[in-house]
Each structure stands twice: as C-alpha cells, then as structure tokens.
C-alpha cells in the first residue's frame, strides 16, 4: 500500500512541498520523512480512505516543516569565530565563566552547551539522558538566575 502511494503521490507531494518550503532539498527530505512515517502507521492508513491517506501525507509534510521551523528559529549559530580578542573581552569572557559556573546544578554547563555551542534541547536531551522538557526546565532557570545576577539585562531564548 504505501509503494501505491508513493508511485501516486511522490511528485505532487514533492512539488507543493518545494513552493511552501522554497527549497527543494529540503522539499524532498521532507516527502521522504513523511513516507517513513506512513510505514510506521501503515495500519492506520489502511483504515483510511484514497482522499484521506493523500490528506494525511498532506498534514504529516505540514508538521513536519512547522516543526523543523520551530526548531530552527531556537538556534544559535556562530558563524565567525574572532582571529584575536582584546583585553576588555577577556574580562568579559571571564566575567561570563565565573556567573555561569555559579549556577546551580548543570544550569551553567547546559546554558553554554545551548546558547555559546549551538545544541538544541533534544540533542542536550540524548548527551545527558533527561526528558527534554527538563532540559528546558533547567534552561529556563538558568536564564532566570542569570538575570538576577546581572540585572535583567539579559535576552536570549
């Protein structure tokens, strides 16, 4: 059943893809993710009529481009790395290292893994073996004891 719906759907599933996300690359990962996911829920696709399998595949693409936007809009890349730092930077690295090993717990460690490393909350998830909502938890926290410390000058997600 799902290779009949791949052979039916592929292009079309491809082509509105490429004209919502603008990238077919991305496009394609995202029709191929989808057809994963219909042969992990090929009994509940055999339920479904014709129009509602082709509706289904529509709503997985969907989520899953919403989903990785999501997630894509929470990271932060460092795409420069400075050649040389004068000294105020490195009173200010200094100052960073000493507030964020006064944290409490693994709020310093997580803090730098996410926002100075580029992490997300999943990936910190696997690396440490915790839920990611507490991941996000401890996140939250840690911005908040930041602000405190500094004054409530501080803006990041």
Same mark, same amino acid.
């Given at each position: 059943?799902?290779?009949?719906?791949?052979?039916?759907?592929?292009?079309?599933?491809?082509?509105?893809?490429?004209?919502?996300?603008?990238?077919?690359?991305?496009?394609?990962?995202?029709?191929?993710?989808?057809?994963? %996911?219909?042969?992990?829920? !090929? !009994?509940?696709?055999?339920?479904?009529?014709?129009?509602?399998? #082709?509706?289904?595949?529509? #709503?997985?693409?969907?989520?899953?481009?919403?989903?990785?936007? %999501? %997630?894509?809009?929470?990271?932060?890349?460092?795409?420069?790395?400075?050649?040389?730092?004068?000294?105020?930077?490195?009173?200010?690295?200094?100052?960073?290292?000493?507030?964020?090993?006064?944290?409490?717990?693994?709020?310093?460690?997580?803090?730098?893994? %996410?926002?100075?490393?580029?992490?997300?909350?999943?990936?910190?998830?696997?690396?440490?073996?915790?839920?990611?909502?507490?991941? #996000?938890?401890?996140?939250?926290?840690?911005?908040?004891?930041?602000? !405190?410390?500094?004054?409530?000058?501080?803006?990041? #997600?």
């Amino acid at each position: 059943m799902i290779e009949g719906l791949y052979l039916t759907y592929y292009s079309e599933l491809v082509k509105w893809c490429s004209k919502m996300t603008k990238n077919l690359s991305l496009a394609e990962e995202l029709v191929q993710e989808a057809f994963l %996911r219909a042969m992990l829920h !090929e !009994e509940t696709l055999a339920t479904l009529g014709e129009k509602q399998r #082709r509706a289904w595949l529509y #709503r997985v693409i969907k989520n899953l481009y919403v989903d990785r936007t %999501r %997630r894509n809009s929470y990271e932060i890349v460092v795409e420069v790395i400075p050649e040389s730092v004068d000294e105020s930077e490195d009173v200010a690295n200094l100052e960073w290292e000493q507030l964020l090993e006064s944290l409490p717990d693994m709020e310093g460690v997580l803090f730098a893994m %996410r926002y100075l490393q580029g992490y997300n909350s999943e990936q910190l998830s696997q690396i440490f073996h915790m839920p990611s909502g507490t991941i #996000r938890s401890k996140l939250s926290s840690a911005r908040k004891h930041l602000k !405190e410390a500094i004054g409530g000058k501080l803006n990041v #997600r």
